[in-house]
């Protein structure tokens, strides 16, 4: 407490003929002052780089943000296919776990930021999901693969499935959601991709730049030796 605020108290106290009032004489002003105080802390204080972007609203994007919202808008738009919300979820949860593949070098300067704007609290590189047979487990995973294939400069995928009849259909599956992209033009030109391999087990395509990326569906198994 401040000391003009200490002689106020008393003068107040000095002056007063009845019996103090020791809430309304001396708690309340400690309250407000306190309060005064603590609301200026927080109108003063900066915790990041973030922050302080925030509050000016000058926030830079960067290369990664706009992969990642090249992908999200190719997976929801770009395939001409209505996801229910529960594959959109599933979506989402795959983009978490590639961030740092997104972002590459930027990822260590705005790790705070994108995992604020998304809902998380910390990086999870890893995403289960469990979905009775049916449910279209390959139709959202191929699509995830195919919009991060498609939208990730230099990205290599690799899908195992528990035989070579499941890892055929996966793959098969993909090239599906290409023609589906390539045929509505509107996100992804066929131009854009030069097919240099495609067999029983992967595909491969070069971009204009240069960079390579890389799509392959594997047999592998369930034991663990």
């Not at 830079?60 to 992908?71: A, F, P, V, W, Y």
């Not at 400069?153 to 098969?172: C, H």
């Not at 066929?190 to 240069?210: A, R, T």
């Not at 799509?215 to 592998?220: I, N, V």
Request: charged share 25%; glycine share 6%; hydrophobic share 40%.
């Amino acid at each position: 407490m401040s000391n003009w605020q200490i002689q106020f108290i008393k003068i107040n106290v000095l002056k007063s003929k009845k019996k103090m009032n020791t809430t309304k004489d001396i708690h309340e002003h400690m309250v407000n002052y306190w309060l005064k105080q603590h609301e200026e802390y927080i109108s003063q204080r900066i915790i990041s780089r973030f922050d302080r972007a925030e509050g000016l609203g000058v926030i830079q994007k960067t290369n990664g943000d706009r992969i990642l919202e090249q992908m999200t808008d190719l997976f929801l738009n770009g395939f001409g296919i209505e996801w229910s919300s529960t594959q959109i979820k599933i979506f989402k949860a795959f983009q978490d776990t590639i961030l740092p593949r997104i972002y590459l070098e930027d990822w260590a300067e705005v790790k705070e930021r994108v995992l604020k704007q998304r809902g998380l609290t910390k990086l999870q590189q890893e995403c289960l999901v469990n979905m009775a047979r049916r449910n279209g487990k390959t139709w959202i995973v191929s699509g995830a693969c195919v919009a991060a294939f498609l939208t990730i400069k230099g990205i290599s995928i690799a899908i195992f499935s528990v035989g070579k009849r499941q890892s055929g259909l996966f793959l098969t599956s993909c090239q599906e959601k290409l023609e589906l992209a390539f045929n509505r033009g509107t996100h992804v030109k066929k131009s854009d991709f030069k097919q240099l391999q495609k067999n029983q087990e992967v595909l491969i395509y070069e971009l204009p730049d240069g960079s390579k990326n890389t799509l392959a569906s594997l047999p592998g198994s369930t034991k663990v030796s």
